[in-house]
């Protein structure tokens, strides 16, 4: 089926489609799953705790600066804090031809890393699509001179390396008129209702979406700019049940509805839909037991690429934001903006080679952890495998005495010995009620970011 067909059909099955969207017939409400059913469709994201976050679009052209102006904002939004009209910053399309972009090359960095997933940019709020789409020629592959499908490329990449690939998708898009371009440049984002939003949610939204599922079989949607007025809780939970029952095993974030409360990411209140909270850079100050959430983060201020942002986080804060992360029980998910050309920065490249080096070491102490079992200490985190009896002490400050305790464990280890030392050599232990448990170390530390305890106990915990 040609192209232009594609869409009809598209159009008329979503059309057909929305009249039970928008319309009172039930669809299966999957946010009802049984516990048992979640647990198995949450596990692998769980056990994960480590993704790679990629912001790529034709924003990284101007790559925060305008007329320029460096801008002051992050630079996927230059579009809107620029005011770029829409038929201006649609030239960006025209210069971007990322004849570097190596999808191989990309899913090794993401894996040599460590991470578990991928989740990239289809359509920012700039509403430019990064595939093939039917719906639209405003794509790369019919607006650009570069024509190649990314999403395509990295999909075939990710399955060759065991990588799972999803995507994040904005509602909002400030370039298809019935969604919030009539009101460019005066936009602003708490959204004024665009008269005719419902088309833009039936007939562009939606079957892009579904395209998505269809095409690339993502593991995760992760949703975003859910927070405009025209956008609503039952547009969620719609939305929800038409892509579960499209892919059941499929995972949906709380930003495909309203549920969100702001940067710090969980829900307001129970009955909110999606299936993860989304901390936006920052970290919960406490484990949220019997929640699921994924704390994403950019290494250095900007989500887009931004040539002048240099401000980048070290490697040993981007270590302990990954083990503080884990000891809660969430995932980390770690940005990257590539360059127009197709590359990786070189800074986001080398931060990201040194937490792989260090996951090689003591990535048990990470994946399929739980959070801790203890309160958190000014020293380092823990991590636990409860049904195995482990507890990983994760030391960030190695105590000069040599000595380190764990006051709240007052049940003393079968064996302690560090996760660093291949012949698991024990270390002395020594319990008591008053004082918890003290651990005789040696005088250097495995690694100078963090390095792991191993404690076996008796019992599962
Ligand atoms: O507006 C977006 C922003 O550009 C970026 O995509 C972040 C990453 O999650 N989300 C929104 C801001 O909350």
């Known amino acids: 089926m040609d192209r232009k067909h594609y869409a009809i059909a598209v159009g008329l099955m979503v059309l057909v489609g929305g009249a039970a969207f928008g319309g009172q017939e039930s669809r299966k409400d999957f946010s009802n799953e049984a516990r048992a059913e979640r ?13 790679m976050f990629i912001h790529w679009g034709i924003y990284s052209v101007p790559a925060g600066v305008y007329d320029g102006v460096p801008q002051q904002s992050v630079s996927e939004w230059i579009m809107n804090t620029a005011a770029i009209p829409v038929a201006e910053y649609e030239l960006y399309a025209q210069q971007f031809n990322p004849v570097q972009f190596d999808a191989d090359e990309w899913v090794t960095i993401a894996k040599d890393a460590g991470m578990k997933y991928i989740v990239i940019t289809s359509k920012h709020h700039d509403g430019f699509s990064m595939w093939d789409s039917a719906v639209t020629d405003y794509d790369i592959v019919d607006a650009t001179h ?7 490329e990295l999909k075939k990449a990710c399955d060759k390396q065991g990588i799972r690939l999803c995507f994040y998708h904005s509602i909002m898009d400030w370039h298809h008129p019935d969604a919030q371009g009539l009101f460019y440049p005066n936009y602003n984002d708490s959204g004024r209702s665009s008269p005719n939003f419902a088309r833009y949610r039936d007939t562009y939204l939606r079957p892009q979406v579904r395209e998505l599922v269809e095409k690339y079989d993502p593991a995760v949607m992760w949703f975003d700019g859910e927070w405009i007025g025209d956008w609503t ?15 059941p095993s499929l995972i949906i974030n709380n930003r495909i509805g309203k549920g969100r409360a702001g940067m710090q990411g969980m829900n307001k209140g129970p009955g909110y839909v999606g299936d993860f909270g989304t901390p936006e850079q920052e970290i919960p100050p406490t484990g949220l037991p019997g929640v699921d959430w994924e704390s994403c983060m950019t290494m250095n201020r900007s989500w887009g690429y931004k040539a002048c942002d240099n401000a980048w986080k070290s490697s040993l804060q981007l270590v302990r934001n990954l083990v503080d992360i884990a000891s809660k029980g969430g995932n980390f998910l770690l940005n990257v903006g590539p360059t127009p050309q197709g590359r990786i920065p070189r800074p986001s490249v080398e931060r990201l080679r040194d937490m792989g080096e260090w996951l090689k070491v003591n ?21 636990s495998k ?47 009620e008053e004082t918890g448990t003290t ?5 250097k530390a495995p690694d100078p970011i963090s390095s792991v305890i191993v404690l076996q106990l008796e019992k599962p915990l």
Not at 439 to 443: A, F, G, N, R, T
């Open 39 to 51: 647990d198995a469709r949450m596990g692998w994201w769980r056990d994960a705790r480590f993704g």
């Open 146 to 152: 570069f024509k190649r499908d990314v999403l395509a």
């Open 233 to 247: 809780e039952e547009d969620g939970k719609n939305l929800y049940n038409e892509l579960r029952a499209m892919k």
């Open 363 to 383: 990535g048990q102490a990470v994946y399929g952890t739980s959070a801790s079992p203890f309160d958190p200490v000014e020293w380092g985190r823990f991590t």
């Open 386 to 432: 409860p049904a195995e009896g482990l507890i990983y002490v994760h030391v960030f400050d190695w105590p000069k005495d040599g000595k380190l305790t764990i006051q709240q464990l007052k049940q003393k280890p079968l064996k302690a010995y560090l996760l660093a030392d291949p012949a698991k050599s024990e270390l002395t232990v020594r319990t008591s």
């Open 439 to 443: 651990i005789s170390l040696p005088e």
